[in-house]
């Protein structure tokens, strides 16, 4: 997991109120996904970023449930109106430009664990 | 779409024993590519190894392996002489070309003691 930032570490938020997750990617890459670790449930893709683009949000829940690749900064994962459902940890990684087809690895970060009382 | 299938839940084992951890994918796709990653009980997910479809070559990193079998739709993982430090969740991922998702086993959490 060399060098892809994630904060806050743990997050604690009450029912309705907002969560943000942030994460940068290891240098010099600028493909970003998020993976959710829900219990019981295993790690599921949730979206899919480049810079400044989202190329594939297919995982991510309709409702309540945003990401964002700025020009400058990291990326931003943000939950609002959070449920207990919500609780969860919730993974950044990124390749490098070529994607997984020319032989690159998807990195992860150390996750951010979101409980939501 | 793609399934990967981690058939043992938890395996305990004694320091110093062998333990091999199962996965079994699927895909219709003729090239992909074969993850393993550990999470120990900090949280992390650290990468372990990558394979692609094309190379069968198994791969051994001190103590451990990996076992790629085309033929089973398998990519098994061995660790030799395990450790307490070992103790942790292992999973499988798959991912097929000109995609970028990883499709993840439900996880072996493996227990070592001393």
């Known amino acids: 997991n060399a060098g892809v930032m994630q904060n806050p570490r743990h997050l604690v938020r009450r029912r309705g109120q907002e969560a943000r997750l942030r994460c940068s990617p290891m240098k010099g890459h600028s493909h970003v996904y998020w993976y959710r670790q829900l219990p019981e449930e295993g790690l599921k893709f949730m979206v899919y970023?480049?810079?400044?683009?989202?190329?594939?949000e297919s995982g991510m829940p309709k409702e309540r449930f945003s990401a964002e690749f700025p020009k400058e900064g990291p990326s931003i994962l943000r939950i609002q109106q959070v449920v207990r459902g919500d609780s969860a940890a919730y993974f950044c990684a990124s390749s490098p430009n070529q994607g997984l087809n020319s032989g690159n690895t998807i990195y992860f970060g150390e996750g951010s664990w979101l409980t939501v009382v | 779409a793609q399934k990967v299938t981690q058939a043992q839940t938890e395996i305990s084992v004694v320091e110093k024993e062998d333990v091999t951890l199962d996965c079994v994918y699927e895909?219709?796709?003729?090239?992909?590519?074969l993850f393993w990653y550990k999470q120990p009980p900090s949280g992390e997910l650290v990468f372990l190894i990558r394979r692609n479809s094309f190379d069968e070559q198994n791969e051994i990193s001190g103590r451990y392996s990996w076992n790629f079998q085309k033929s089973t739709s398998s990519f098994n993982f061995t660790i030799t002489a395990s450790q307490v430090v070992d103790s942790a969740v292992y999973f499988c991922?798959?991912?097929?070309?000109?995609?970028?998702?990883?499709?993840f086993g439900a996880g072996t959490t493996v227990t070592v003691r001393a």
């Open positions: 895909t219709r796709d003729t090239t992909y590519y």
């Open positions: 970023l480049q810079k400044e683009n989202i190329i594939d």
């Open positions: 991922a798959l991912s097929v070309f000109n995609d970028y998702k990883l499709s």
